[in-house]
């Protein structure tokens, strides 16, 4: 079993920032996969970023590439998603996965309870 808590959510101004936090518990950090996926309000669950074990391999969804920025530390068990130029389409509750694969069209079976962004003026 794996336990994920996100945290760094909040209300950001159009073209503000954000750092979201996922803090993992149970198994090995080591051994997963880390991932961000979003869902907005009547909006089918998107993914965001997802970084490879150790950190060496990452991957975006097309609509954050060049903005957001996924890393993690694993002395941490901790995976970070940096999110620059936020617009009111990033609005959504965003979800950290833990996956044993890098195949994000299917997540693992981890998941966080989600934190909100709200992008606003």
């Known amino acids: 079993q794996v336990q994920l808590v996100e945290s760094g959510g909040g209300l950001v101004q159009p073209g503000g920032s954000l750092r979201l936090s996922c803090v993992a518990s149970?198994?090995?950090?080591?051994?997963?996969?880390m991932g961000w996926f979003r869902q907005a309000p009547g909006k089918e669950r998107e993914f965001v970023a997802g970084?490879?074990?150790?950190?060496?391999?990452?991957t975006y969804g097309d609509s954050v590439k060049g903005r957001f920025t996924i890393s993690r530390d694993n002395a941490k068990n901790t995976v970070y998603l940096q999110m620059n130029s936020l617009n009111a389409e990033d609005t959504a509750v965003y979800y950290c996965?833990?996956?044993?694969?890098?195949?994000?069209?299917?997540?693992?079976?981890?998941w966080g309870q989600g934190t909100q962004v709200t992008v606003s003026s």
């Open positions: 996965n833990a996956s044993p694969s890098f195949i994000w069209s299917r997540p693992g079976d981890y």
């Open positions: 149970g198994r090995p950090f080591s051994s997963y996969s």
């Open positions: 970084i490879s074990r150790i950190g060496t391999r990452t």
